[in-house]
Structure formats: C-alpha cells, structure tokens
C-alpha cells in the first residue's frame, strides 16, 4: 500500500519498521522532507513494534502522510494514535489514508484487495495529496477517526505449525519483525513474543509454516460478519 501511495512522489527512500535491528535512533528529518508512514491495522491499534520504532524517530517538523492498512474489519483508533506518536515525535501530519488489504492470516476476507478498482482510487488520494502538499494549503490539526483512551489491544497470537518441508534456513527468523523466532531452531516460535503478523507464513520459501488450522477456523468465524462485505479506503486531510 505504501508503495501504490509513494508513486506519485519523487526520490522515494524506504525505511523498513519491520527491521528489528534498525537503528531508528538515526533517522532525523526536517521541514523539506515529507514522510509516509504506513502501519497494518492490529485490533484496531498501530503494532507495539512499529509505534516503539517510530517513538525514536526525530520528525523535525517534517510533513507526515499517514497509512493504516486493514484487513477488512475497521481501523479504529489506529490513524489517531499513529498520528499521535508522529506528532510526540516532531513530525506534521498533513493527510492520512484508511486502506483495505486482503487480511494477512484470513485470506477470504478482502480477497485479491488491493484489486485494480482500490489502485486506481489510491492512486488518485495520492494525487490529492502530492496537490495539497504543493499547494502549502495543510491542515493544523489533521482530524482522523479514533478515540482516547484508545481501544484495549488483546494479542491472541496464533500457533503456528512448522511442517516436514522446512529446511532450516532461517528466513523466517531473519524476517521476523519481533524476533520470535529462534536463528538456532527455526521449527520453534515463541508465542509471548509472536504478534501473528504471519510474515513468516508469507515469505518462507517452502512453504513450511502455516497457521494452525483449528485456530485458524475458530478466527474466521469470530470476525465473519465483521468482515463481510467490501470496506472502502478513506481519504482524509
């Protein structure tokens, strides 16, 4: 999503939050630059794991274009606390995206999104924003959707099983945003720190890993009707 989004602009540099050895201590921005900050939407919230990165950014009074991509369900308070972690930073929000994906872990829930109707609708949001930030005619104070408190984060990582495909090369551990999952053993996955992001499902090159299918089951269920139907993306600014 953030990709479709930064088409638009030019000299495109990315930062990778999913990089748990990055040092984001060193990112200092300032006025000239403009940041697109795009973070999945976990119950509703911005993962501890992007905000705790982010939280050691200096934004330097640089213009922040902020993203929460959703599996379908709803954003919640994931804009207005992204927005509130960049601004505690020193960044400047200026217009903020809600865009659909097809759910990471429940694949039939936004299937094939982003499809060509959601490229095409996001590549015009990114068209008004590129505008807007030309034009110098921003926001004060970005209104996003949320509430304070924020709604309560109950993670409920999925176990995920390991088959005999696996063969031990620890692409999964390399990638794993949170670090749970062993470089010794990577058959092992530490559920206190798992955040189900299913990163590791996605880019295992056997195919290996996969969530568990009775827990799996029970999550489809639980969310079927609040995921049904085809959720818009939103623009705001």
Known sequence: MAGLLAEAFDGVT??????RQGDFGAFSFTEKDVCLVAVPSYGGRVPDAAAQRLGRMNGG???AVLVAVYGNRAIDDTLLELKDI????????VAAVAAVAEHSTMHQFGAGRPDPQDRQQLAGFAEQIRRTLASGAVPEDLAVPGNRPYREYRRNPMKLNVTDRCIRCGSC???CPVGAIPQQDPSVTDRSL???CMRCVSLC????RQPDKQELAA???KLRQACSGRK????YR
């Open 173 to 175: 551990a390399r990638a």
């Open 194 to 196: 798992c955040i189900s």
């Open 86 to 93: 960049l601004t505690a930073q020193g960044f400047r929000p």
């Open 219 to 221: 999550h489809i269920e």
């Open 232 to 235: 818009p993306n939103s623009l």
């Open 61 to 63: 009074g640089a213009r």
């Open 14 to 19: 990315v930062i990778d939050l999913c990089d």
């Open 205 to 208: 090159p056997q195919g290996a």
